[in-house]
């Protein structure tokens, strides 16, 4: 009983195979390779506007992050440069309390004058500077 079924399945076997290598008509070739062509024309359309919705979003990240980086370091000169300022203005006071009455009062003034102006500088270039 086996040989029997063996032979039939190596018949069918052969028969499926022998349809598989005959050659298509020139027509249905033509037809079949425009098809391929046109699904693989759609198929690169359809990839490239994946692409370029993956470029945009991925530059508007970039934009997002090249203003937050923007404001963090115009923040960052900001401190610095009001630190600077803090630093100088007590530097200055000790200074002038090395003089005596009208003179360390002056001394004062100009030490305050100028912390102000050093202190509107750094908000003027921080303003500047923000995106």
């Known amino acids: 009983m086996r040989l029997p079924m063996l032979s039939i399945m190596a018949l069918a076997t052969l028969a499926l195979t022998a349809g598989c290598d005959r050659a298509k008509s020139p027509q249905a070739a033509r037809n079949d390779i425009a098809e391929a062509r046109q699904a693989a024309a759609q198929e690169v ?46 530097v200055a006071i000790q200074k002038c309390m090395t003089l005596d009455g009208d003179a360390q009062k002056r001394c004062k003034d100009r030490a305050d004058a100028e912390y102000d102006a050093a202190k509107a500088n750094a908000k003027a270039t921080r303003v500047a500077q923000e995106p």
């Open 45 to 90: 359309n359809e990839a490239n506007r994946d692409a370029a919705k993956d470029i945009n979003a991925a530059s508007q990240g970039l934009q997002d992050k090249s203003r937050e980086l923007a404001d963090s370091n115009a923040k960052a000169a900001y401190d610095v440069e009001l630190a600077r300022a803090d630093g100088d203005h007590k």
